[in-house]
Each structure stands twice: as C-alpha cells, then as structure tokens.
C-alpha cells in the first residue's frame, strides 16, 4: 500500500437518535504535521475520528487518501489504509504480556514462533523513538503511560503513516507527557502525519501545527497555532468569552463542621499514607489541600468518607464521631464525595443514567417507598441534573457507558453536589472537564458555599487551589507542610512546600 502523503474529510455527517454528533465536516492533514482536534466534551471529536478509523460508517461525505476516495468499513481496512488510532481508554489484554498484546494485534503475525519473529521489530522501533518499555511485562503492571506506547508501538508496526490519539494527556503525570511529545515530534520528523485530539489549550498550542476546533459537532474555527493564542481559541470553542478568574466574594466563616484530630492512615503499599495530620473546617469556606499527587491526598479523602480505615485518630462531623464509620454513615451525616477514580468508581456502567443519579439516595424517603423506587421523582430529579450540569444525552434511558467521559463526570458531580451537602470532599472535581464545565463546576462550588456547605478540595492545580479556597494546607509525603490563609505572602515559597523543603509552622505570625 502507498505511504500516505494527504487524507481528506470531505462533508462528513453523523447523527446518533437524532442528535448530529458531526455535521458537514471538513478536514486535511499531510505527512509531517500535527494536527490538533480542539473541542468540549461532546463535541464530536471521537465520534469523527471513529469513522476515520471504521469503527462507525458516516451518514454521508467521503474519504480520500491522496486524492483517492475509499471506504473504511471496519478497522481492519483502516490499519491496512495506514491508519491507527489510539483511543481514550486502552484496549490491551492486561493478563498478557506487552509482546504478546503486540502480537494479537499484528496484521501479520507469523503463526510459527510469533513473539520472537515480532521481538526484533519492537526492539527497534522502541530504539528509533526512546519508548524504554521491558516487552516482557504484563500490561498491568505498567503504568499508564507505558500501555500508551504499547498502543503506539502496535499502530507504528502495523505501518501507521497517520497516528490519532484521542485525549492521550488525560492520563498520565506530567512527566509522562514530555515523554509523549518527545515521541510524537520524532514522529513528525520523520514524516508521520498526527490528529490530536485535546480540550486542553496549553498542549495544542505547544504540539500542533494546526487546529480545528469543534462544537456542537460542527467546526466553528480553524487556526496554524503560530498565529493564534489560547484566549481566541478558548472563546471559539466555548463560543463566547471564558472567565480565566473568578472573584471570590469574602464571607465570613460559620460554625465548625468538620474536625480531624491527628488521624493516621495505612496506604496500599502498608505503609503511612497519612501521618498525624489534623485540621478544621467551617461552614462557608473552602479549604483546599495542595500538593503533588501520591503524597496522601487519596488516603486521606478515603478515610474521612468512610471508604479507608483509620489506624488512629479521630473524625468529627458536626461534634458527632465518623471515624471509621461505613460510607453510608457518613453520607447520611452529611458528606458528599466526588472521588479521584470516578470513572471507575463512581457510577455503574451497564445502568441508565437515572439509575446513576440516585446511586447513593436511592434509600432516601423522596425517591423510595418501602422497596419499591418512585421512578417519576428518579426521572424529574435526573432530567434537572442533566440540563442543569449541561449533561449532552439523547435520553435519560441511556447506558450511562455510551457518555463521554466528560459527561460520565458532569453527572457524578451533578448527583453529589446537587442534594448541597454540608460537607463535599472534592478530589480533583474538574480534572478532565472542558474549559466550560470547568468555569461552571468552580462557580458552583462558590455558591454551595455561600449557601453555607463545607468544602473539602483536593487539587493539584494551584491556579484552581487559589482562585477557589479560603484556605489552604500544604501536604507531602503524608504530612501537612503549612495551613495559611489564601493570600497569605508566606505562599509565594508554595513550590518549595509542595516539595518538602519548607515547613511553616501554624502558631508562626505572618510578617508583614
Ligand atoms: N454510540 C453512541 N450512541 C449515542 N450517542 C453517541 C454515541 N457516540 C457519541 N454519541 C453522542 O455524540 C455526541 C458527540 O460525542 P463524542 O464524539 O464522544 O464527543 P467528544 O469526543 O468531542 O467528547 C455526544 O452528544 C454523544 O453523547
Ligand atoms: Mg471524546
């Protein structure tokens, strides 16, 4: 088969129920550039590069390689076109090995001795790029961002002249992410063609060449990055102007809700996750808990919901004693948690999305009556979450599995926040979320809060921590470095505290 030089989308359509996931599509790339797919959760970017791929068939438009119109029917004849595709969520057999995965997914795995014939081909692609990987792991044991490059590894073997990588970011650490840009710009170099797709604008404008940008399923804007900058691209994408900073109205802060008193807990490995740490938090406020993930932010939000025990130390709800209480306790006390793994954790798969919205009221007396749910107050209470967290459904009866993700997640945060808890343990609440949803779920933190809710917020981004929390205590290694006020002068050194190198201590003056 020919190298791909120029692939064309021409006036691609495609509607699910009635719902145009692409409208009249148009698109290019040639070999040597990386293009960027910029667009919210559910803007259609997946749904475009499926038909790309053969895993859906467009209502209409056409596709052409190097001016050769052709019909992909399945992924078989993608890959055989030159195309792979690595999508949002890996598709590796995790009890297997990496070269075993590589095999099964080789077009021309030999039936005689496959994974030695293969090994010499992985070994040199992974010289060519720097994909250090030991092929003979099992996928589980990797991490993230080392099944990305298994997956990349199997697109490059199978001759991939053009790569899609659907949200590759939204997994990995940030270190993890300059190796990828690293791998995808030697790609690039020697004449590979790349659509990326992405809600992130940083990493557009730091990979791509060029961008289009979705919305609604149609593109509403079309940039080379070296002529653009985030903001515009940010306001076609949204469709108006983005608020980068919201005001914080000053309140003063109610009565004490929450009080953790010197509480230690074991993590996965056995060992201290949480070491002795202790703090307060008041109605009306926002206390946010900095740091670099891994350093206790998951044990500790585990213990004070209930999911983790707690070796030692205490957890106060309202004077009332939580410690290791079971989550519906908890709940039932006032404690609403958005957790980290929501994904996986949060919500059930293979159930409606009415289903999903009550996971954990279902018990409650409004949505229950002895055994039996009251389906019309479950459906009315799903409909307000879904318009009021702009959730993007052709129906409440759904499979919650056939949403985006990002939609996946409006609607957890949308069943968690939307009863107003007097406490919300928050980890990482717009992690994933498009600029959009993201400006929306802060405002409404702010207003819960002023409302009178407590809110716990876990978050690597400082940005968010700042612009969010009354405030903030540092953690590392399971221990808190510092707990000052949001605009405390002392913050300047964050860094360092994230780091471990400064501790301040909480009797210390502020100097002015
Ligand atoms: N298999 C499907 N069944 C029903 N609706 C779908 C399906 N796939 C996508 N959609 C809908 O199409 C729209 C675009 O989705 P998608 O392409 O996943 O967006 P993005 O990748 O930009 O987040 C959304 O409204 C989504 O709910
Ligand atoms: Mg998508």
Known sequence: MKKIQRLEMKAISKSFHGIHANQDINLFVESGEILGLLGENGAGKTTLMNILYGLYQPDSGQIKINDKTIRINNPIESINHGIGMVHQHFMLVQNHSVIENIALGYKDTPFFFPKIKIKDKVEQ????????????????????????????????????????????????????????????????????????????????????????????????????????????????????????????????????????????????????????????????????????SGNGQRELAEAITGIRPILSGKVKMNGQDITNKGPRHIYDNGVSHVPEERIRFGIAPGLFLYDNAILKQHHLKKFSQRYFLKYDQVKNHTKTIVKEFKVSTHSINNQIRNLSGGNIQKLILGREISEQPQLLVASHPTYGLDVGATEFLRKHLLEIRKQGSAVLLFSEDLEEIFELCDRIAVIFNGEIMAVLDSDDKRFSDIGLMMAGSIRIDPMEKQEC
């Open 125 to 292: 692609f992974s010289r060519q790029f720097d994909f250090h990987i030991d092929i003979t792991k099992k996928i589980w044991q990797l991490s993230a961002g080392e099944q990305q490059r298994v997956e990349i590894i199997k697109a490059l073997l199978n001759g991939a002249d053009l790569l899609i990588l659907d949200e590759p970011t939204s997994v990995l650490t940030p270190l993890e992410i300059k190796e990828l840009i690293y791998i995808l710009r030697e790609m690039k170099a020697k004449g590979h063609m790349i659509i990326f797709i992405s809600h992130k604008l940083d990493e557009i404008m730091d990979i791509c060449d060029r961008v289009l940008v979705l919305q609604k399923g149609r593109i509403v804007g079309a940039a080379d990055t070296k002529d653009t900058d985030k903001k515009s691209l940010a306001r076609m994408m949204v469709g108006r102007d983005v608020v980068f900073n919201i005001n914080r109205e000053k309140l003063t802060k109610g009565k004490k809700t929450l009080s953790v008193e010197n509480i230690n807990v074991i993590g996965d490995k056995g060992l201290l996750a949480v070491k002795n740490i202790s703090f307060e938090l008041f109605k009306n406020e926002i206390f946010g808990i900095a740091g670099v």
